[in-house]
């Protein structure tokens, strides 16, 4: 693997959750594989989650670590080709990418979207240029449109967690669109759709989509997924809910109206099948979520979270696989 | 040890500095044991001597270490339970800490007081939610109200550099208040009076707490201690002088006005049985203690601060003991 | 070695470009000389390629490395003695660098110039304060007025690329001036010409200098460079192009007007033996250089960047070899 960005770098997500697994199985057993191999942490926003579970997975691996808050720590850097650089932008990411691969072997980079322009941000120009001039191998810490290691970890919590239904179905995955304070990316929303699809082409889950009018996800994540706009009716006999908002993508990153009803609680829990529920945290309690539900026994959030380690160990043991 | 957070967590003083300066001695014998486990140091507070010593301890331990400076790379922690999650506060301590639980074998968390509320300070709400949520041993690397890894260095550092006195009589110890511009949390008093205080109960020294009116500590920490109003007196026949500010615990966070004479330099020094001195640092020149004694013979506070690496190591060879 | 801030720190360029050489063609042969021993890297201002490169020096060699940003993570320093510590200072560099010295076998540290005042900044104040206060050995990461490890990568660069030319002659180096819209140090050009006017004393080169009028570099670090003010000039034959930004050492810290014609671009190029384009980067793309040389075949950038771990790997192994 070169390149981990989205689901379409991966051929059998089966396979890669059966490899997740057996790290999560036997952790420490490929440290000769990053020995003297160093991976680059390129952070251009916060983030916590990701950070740690990228760096302690790269350790089990026996990799050297180094991590760069580019946003706090080194400066702006200029995208655009045939600028005149004398304004605030202090060094282009043709140069500040190419000497981040000159000291390590694989790179990560999380870079969120600015909200502003769906085209700019959907063209992933930032993360494309950093991954044509960095010049080695690249896994996305989050894009802007895409979080693929947190859908990974979501779909090896799924398969973990899930057994084959009495009357022989697959589980069924609902992904609920929930209300914030925030106009939040799609990036999140955007990956685990085009991994659920995908989990569902190969047979392992039947997967629903239920927002509002309005928050529609762009239709490339979402081939293949049953789209609902009435809460209660998508929940019907669901087993995983994956609560989490996100801003429009039809009005781009617009916080719209919503009716009432959206966030996840008892009460709509009741319309599954005693769903286990998800969330790719940071949560906001009652809002999107309730507490009860978080602190209650069907809330798989802190166990999926522990699973991004193996999804990142993962990932980047086959990037090694073919460093060497 | 599963829990550093007082001088509580330690069943004997004397055995611990023992320990302490085994590793001292032997400082990389027992990197097995810390061999695939990671200590993960939270910092909401700035850090440097803690920072660096606790990392050096766990690395001489053959430790991971990652660290996370919450307070810039991560963002606002909610603490209190039961609200809707629609301010400014991104994620609940109950998620937060639980993941970085997930990552860690180990965490370090530092966090200070606000000087605002006494009974919210005094509770350590924020500390103990963190250790009840994060399900993993805890160091404490300052909290609120006590600075443990502070105090066990200076304990070693007393126990390093005295002898029994020509007469039989055990170290004298005082802890004298000292001027200061800010308004600065009583954590190191507090957990040096609480070590001292045990230290004497042991029969290592006799401790004597020296300060303005109002500037009294909290009696939870001071049981035992001989308290004195004037700073001559005071020193009479010290062996070792711990200089330190604090802000009232009385009038709680405020600093009030006090008598001259409270800064210590070589005039005050002349009281006492040529006191070695110490200071936690940073300190303030010439405000809290003189250059003359800082840059002189009598001062500990380098010394001092090297032997935190060794508290730091004690305990957390201690705590990975209990893991295995 | 015990110190490296200059040129004045290396016996023989020529033999210590070998070293580098030998230790990139064999980056991991070292490994036992840093067991156990810790690299602290202090920056009091931002980082990228210098940063990622000492690090990764430092682990190639089997060293720990511990970062400390000890302008964002930490508080302000003061430098001067016999001040009463009553102002926003909260530490004093005695204090402060004595302390990482307890925790580091060899510490790092980048200090940049304010830029107000000549006389402070080319005294070095904080920069040899810090060295004497540590006690340990200490590598500049950048000081006021030198960048040594980039002009040490620089010389490993020209030396690695160039060839004795048909008619027997050195190579031509020019560090050429070029525009920018701040004002930057000197510390790159001081250094640079300071290493190239020894590299040319020892044979390897022949050295050129071009600037505007008022740009004058300070006469210590110059001798023995030719000093031109026409560029087109200075290029005639030149094999390695240098080009760096640099406020005004004259009027200090001053951009002054200056004539046209300085940026680096393909037309300059033509006066030139097809000269190979250097920059320490970051570079202000068609302010300083063009992009079309920086995309083209002249440019050295990257590789030169890439020479960054070398250069620092042979400064920590020399200093690794004395701490024996």
Redesign the interface.
């Known amino acids: 693997m070169k390149l981990f960005t989205s689901v379409h770098d991966v051929p059998s997500i089966k396979q890669f959750v059966e490899d997740a697994l057996e790290l999560k199985a036997n952790?420490?057993a490929h440290q000769d594989l990053g020995k003297?191999k160093?991976l680059?942490l390129v952070?251009m926003n916060?983030?916590?989650?990701t950070?740690?579970?990228t760096?302690?997975a790269a350790?089990?691996l026996g990799m050297?670590v180094?991590v760069?808050?580019?946003d706090?720590?080194?400066?702006a850097l200029?995208t655009q080709?045939?600028?005149?650089?004398?304004?605030s932008t202090?060094?282009?990411i043709?140069?500040?990418a190419?000497?981040?691969g000159?000291?390590?072997d694989i790179l990560g980079l999380r870079s969120f979207p600015k909200l502003k322009d769906r085209e700019e941000d959907y063209s992933e120009d930032f993360f494309n240029k950093f991954v044509k001039y960095c010049a080695v191998p690249v896994v996305s810490l989050e894009s802007a449109t895409r979080h693929p290691l947190q859908s990974f970890a979501d779909i090896i919590t799924i398969q973990e967690t899930s057994t084959m239904q009495p009357d022989g179905r697959k589980p069924k995955v609902i992904l609920a669109w929930a209300p914030h304070?925030k106009a939040l990316p799609q990036a999140v929303p955007n990956s685990f759709a085009e991994w659920m699809c995908k989990a569902q082409e190969e047979g392992m889950i039947d997967f629903t989509i239920a927002q509002p009018e309005g928050y529609e996800l762009s239709e490339e994540f979402t081939q293949g997924a049953d789209i609902q706009y009435n809460i209660e009716e998508a929940l019907a006999g669901a087993d995983y809910v994956y609560v989490k908002n996100w801003s429009s993508y039809k009005e781009y990153g617009k916080v719209l109206n919503y009716p009432e009803g959206w966030m996840m609680d008892n009460e709509k829990l009741k319309f599954t099948n005693d769903a286990k529920v998800m969330h790719c945290?940071?949560?906001?309690?009652?809002?999107e979520l309730s507490?009860e539900i978080?602190?209650g026994p069907n809330s798989l959030?802190?166990h999926e979270?522990?699973n991004r380690?193996w999804a990142a160990q993962a990932v980047i043991k086959a990037m090694l696989e073919e460093l060497k």
Chains 1, 2, 3 share one sequence.
């Open positions: 952790p420490y003297n160093t680059g952070f916060p983030s916590l989650r950070r740690l579970s760096q302690k350790l089990n050297n180094m760069m808050n580019l706090k720590e080194g400066w200029e080709d045939g600028v005149v650089m004398n304004g202090v060094e282009h043709r140069e500040a190419a000497v981040m000159q000291y390590c304070v945290l940071p949560v906001r309690r009652d809002l507490s978080l602190d959030v802190i979270a522990g380690l």
